[in-house]
């Protein structure tokens, strides 16, 4: 089997960590889907930025990913409880099951802000490790924390009425035993990231409008890029 150009060119630029699926960089299939998904004339250059907007359950985080997406259509959301629902349609919340779950997420995000996409992954990611591996393995790479109270975000959560997917009572769930982040798993907050917001004081439409900033430098890094 013969392939193009772009898709050697891809694999050798953009290598496919062995840390997440070791095999997959090395399937002639993984190629050929490059060679359908990618221009023949791709821009390297055009590299997409990938923002984790992290949080406790409750804390605004789809509200606020609609809303950057409102400003920008053409941004990517990948939400954990949209893709738990594929990969773990009966799910336990167990530490393995989060483990395959979270790194699938951030598999994701790599390859879509690889291919020029601007991600924003809607997730908890309640353990470090998970928000670290993608600053790990994705060159633009910034971290959004949405900071709330554990007592406001219960009440937002026992309020909602759309969910994206999400499972409903949580926090009494949490209470009755379920691993629910902040009740009975813990939560780490971000050590250094890129974005801070008071989620319980700003309203949403206020952090999209800081996430936007974000983005729009981003698009304006990339053009000087391609002007280079």
Known sequence: MRYSRTSRAFLSQKKLPGNIFPSVARLPLAIALLDILLPPRYDFTMQ????????LPGSGKSTVADAVQ??????????????RKVITPNPTYSD??????????????????????DVIIDATGNLRRWRD?????????????????LETC??????????????????????????????????????????????????????????????????EERLEKKGR
Do not use: N
């Not at 997409?48 to 949080?55: P, Q, V």
């Not at 409102?70 to 893709?83: G, N, S, T």
């Not at 393995?96 to 996409?117: D, I, M, N, P």
């Open 154 to 219: 219960a009440a937002r959560e026992k309020q909602r009425t759309e969910t994206h997917g999400a499972p409903r009572d949580i926090y009494e769930k949490g209470r009755a035993g379920w691993p629910v982040p902040g009740i009975t798993a813990p939560y780490e907050e971000p050590l250094t990231p890129e974005v801070t917001i008071d989620a319980g004081k700003v309203s949403a439409t206020e952090a999209a409008e800081t996430i936007s900033r974000l983005l729009l430098r981003t698009a």
């Open 70 to 83: 409102q400003r920008h259509p053409d941004v990517v959301i990948l939400r954990m409880d949209e893709l």
């Open 48 to 55: 997409g930025r990938a923002l984790w907007i992290t949080g």
């Open 133 to 149: 591996l993608a600053r790990e393995l994705i060159p633009a790479f910034s971290e959004v924390y949405l900071r709330c109270s």
């Open 96 to 117: 393995q099951e989060r483990e395959v779950a979270y790194r699938s997420l951030v598999y994701l995000a790599k390859t879509l802000s690889g291919l020029g996409h």
